[in-house]
């Protein structure tokens, strides 16, 4: 009985070990190769982070192949908006990119609800007249931090009140 126990921990450790050396051999060309691994598209869209591709983690690859897929289905009109808004992005300072990371944040982790009724809001907004949007920026830009805090009161009082 012991022999049987020694001779399959023996086998355990030596499939342990084959799977970890196959791992290590077989990942490093794929990691090597995995910019190649993207199609040319792909490629012509994440340029700017070639260089940096090796080192960057997992999850922010993925992601950029999701932005690389998503870019491939945009007309040539959205794709347009979308290097607008990379370069209004880029030309930030690095504070406001943090405050507006945090904001996303903080979105994300409201419930889904409140992220629907702020994306009705929104919509509701940019379908307003260009005329209408400005008069109601420059209001909101005006107001003092205790105007603002009022405004944004009554507004969840009026929406506890539906």
Same mark, same amino acid.
Not at 7 to 13: E, F, T
């Given at each position: 009985m012991?022999?049987? !126990?020694? !001779?399959?921990?023996?086998?355990?450790?030596r499939h342990f070990i084959l799977m970890l050396v196959s791992i290590l051999c077989f990942s490093l060309p794929l990691e090597a190769q995995e910019w190649e691994a993207l199609d040319e598209e792909q490629q012509a869209v994440l340029a700017a982070?070639? &260089?940096r591709w090796p080192d960057l983690p997992e999850e922010k690859k993925a992601r950029l192949r999701k932005v690389a897929e998503r870019w491939k289905s945009m007309t040539p009109e959205q794709q347009g908006r979308a290097r607008e808004r990379f370069q209004k992005w880029r030309e930030l300072e690095p504070e406001q990119r943090a405050a507006l990371r945090e904001r996303v944040r903080k979105f994300r &982790?409201?419930?889904e609800e409140d992220r629907q009724r702020?994306?009705?809001?929104?919509?509701r907004f940019q379908s307003l007249p260009e005329s209408r949007k400005k008069v109601l920026r420059e209001r909101w830009q005006n107001m003092s931090d205790e105007q603002r805090q009022r405004v944004r009161e009554r507004a969840k009082a009026r929406r506890s009140r539906e």
């Open positions: 012991k022999s049987n !126990l020694t !001779l399959r921990d023996a086998s355990i450790h982070v070639k &260089e &982790e409201l419930p702020i994306r009705r809001q929104f919509q």
